[in-house]
């Protein structure tokens, strides 16, 4: 393929997705602005822990992938930058998606192609990123061509699902989306739609937010089955086995870059209507608050009073990732330091960086030691792997990973 393709951001969507395109095949450059991991990708060594990733990081390089933190020429540009979002609007942040696409203005030849890759809110294209490109001369679908392209991949599973999940790719004209879609079947197998891009945005949002209001019916059940002493997983396994029920499972919080974030987008755009969206987002965010209340009423209940007894298994927001972002455990930790409590001991196997938090152990037998209630916040692997050393324990099993028994508490 003589198609030259720069990814710019080499975070969690991006790098992954540069190294398999070029491990299939295409010309790619990816760019970031920060130096340091440019330096580490060129120095051969992938920059965060995932299943599989090692190898296609690896194939890539032998395939010629560069790596840069200066902007370089190319056909597309496939940008892949953060969107957080305003706490006190609810509203897109978008000055990285405008920061990257500037960049890649002051470099492109005529008639490049800009594809957000980057979640986006409804009407981000229009209203942020045309007026952008416009007020810098160009004229839109002659001298540079924008698409919105989200991706859809789960950490933890996302070298499967970058070949074997279907793709959106929006654009104003369909011949522009031909032309990304040759890009993305190079490793794509699945169908990949062309429509609109204030589709592609409305529907990217759309997925995650109906995953954020299915784990909050399950955060809402847990909460009621906690009050009336009904077991919040007997029923919903039960419930499931109808065959138009699929409950998720109740947990400490939703976290993650995405799901805890992409809902937002509606409840600050649609304030009067995105009801239901603002009501599940603020059940899943008080599920550290009610973990809280839970180990205190557990403490209360085993004579414990030193909260430094108390270890939180669990830093980062989901199983086998070593991604922190709006972990539930931080924001745990956050809700204790309003309470003014602090003390709690944290371990996570999967954390390198040992200044996230404060009283973190680094070596599973010393944390064991050091505490009587053992909180599962995260079902990491290396816990499934040492049930055995947990045993004697108090254990708050917030993931539903052991079986119930006079030392084992659940939500
Ligand atoms: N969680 C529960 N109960 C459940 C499922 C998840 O409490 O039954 C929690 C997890 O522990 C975690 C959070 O929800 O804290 C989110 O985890 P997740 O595995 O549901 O999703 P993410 O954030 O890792 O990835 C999501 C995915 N979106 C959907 O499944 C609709 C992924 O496909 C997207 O690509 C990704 O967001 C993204 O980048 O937008």
Known sequence: ???????????????????????????????????ALVDKLNSGHMTFKEKGIDDIFFDAISKGIKFSHEGVSADIYIVAVPTPYNKLSKKID?????NAVKDVMSVCSKGAIIVIESTISPSTMDKYIRPVI????????????????PERIIPGNMVYELQHNSRTI???????????????????????????????????????????INIAFANELAKICRQDNMNVYEIIKIANKHPRVNILQPGPGVGGHCISVDPWFLVGDYPNLALLTHEARKINDSMPEFVLERISCIMEERGITDVSRVGLYGLTYKED??????SPTL??????????????????????NKNI???????????????????????????????????DKIIFDTRNVFELNKNVYKL
Do not use: W
């Not at 975070?11 to 130096?35: E, F, R």
């Open 357 to 391: 938090v404060p009283n973190m152990i680094y070596d599973f037998d010393e944390f064991l030691d050091s505490i009587d209630i053992l909180v599962v916040m995260v079902a990491h692997s290396h816990l499934k792997k040492n049930i055995n050393k947990i045993k």
């Open 1 to 35: 393929m003589n198609t030259k393709v720069c990814v710019v951001g080499l975070g969690y969507i991006g790098l992954p997705t540069s190294i398999m395109m070029a491990s299939h095949g295409v010309n790619v450059v990816g760019v970031d602005y920060n130096k």
């Open 170 to 212: 929006g654009v104003d004209e369909p011949y522009i989306g031909e032309k990304i879609k040759e890009i993305y079947s190079s490793f794509c197998q699945n169908e990949i739609v062309i429509t609109d891009i204030k589709t592609a945005e409305m529907t990217k949002v759309v997925e995650n937010t109906f995953r954020d």
């Open 134 to 149: 416009e007020k810098n001369g160009f004229v839109i679908g002659k001298d540079i061509h924008i698409a919105h392209a």
């Open 94 to 98: 978008p000055s990285y998606v405008i």
């Open 321 to 326: 990732v070593d991604d922190v972002r709006e």
């Open 331 to 352: 924001q745990l930790l956050e809700n204790m330091k309003k309470h003014l409590a602090s003390g709690v001991k944290v371990f996570d196997p999967m954390v390198a």
